[in-house]
Nanobody
Framework: QVQLVESGGGLVQPGGSLRLSCAAS????????MGWYRQAPGKQRELVAV???????DYPDFVKGRFTISRDNAKNTVNLQMNSLKPEDTAVYYC?????????WGQGTQVTVSS
């Protein structure tokens, strides 16, 4: 069984920064893709950042230049550095991992951007 546990959410003022972390545990041989998604109240879950095992990252335009995803393959961890945060970044952020063609999710961590 694979578990993903996120940490690092919280309350931050507009323009501030937060760093989210996610650790995968369980029977894991390799993780193909890891990513971060978010879901705001009343909205669909959306992709925020994704990174392959080789380190190739991709971002949607609304976070490009502000968010940076990174991973440690040896530790099965993925991080999301979020800078220049805006109120519209407020959401529950979820870690995702694709392992042996199965998708796993963390429980989510709340990020609130407000003055």
């Amino acid at each position: 069984q694979v578990q993903l546990v996120e940490s690092g959410g919280g309350l931050v003022q507009p323009g501030g920064s937060l760093r989210l972390s996610c650790a995968a545990s369980g029977t894991i041989f390799s993780i193909n893709v890891m990513g971060w998604y978010r879901q705001a109240p009343g909205k669909q879950r959306e992709l925020v950042a994704v990174i392959t095992s080789g380190g190739s990252a991709d971002y949607p335009d609304f976070v490009k230049g502000r968010f940076t995803i990174s991973r440690d393959n040896a530790k099965n961890t993925v991080n999301l550095q979020m800078n220049s945060l805006k109120p519209e970044d407020t959401a529950v952020y979820y870690c995702n991992a694709i392992i042996a063609n199965r998708s796993y999710w963390g429980q989510g961590t709340q990020v609130t951007v407000s003055s």
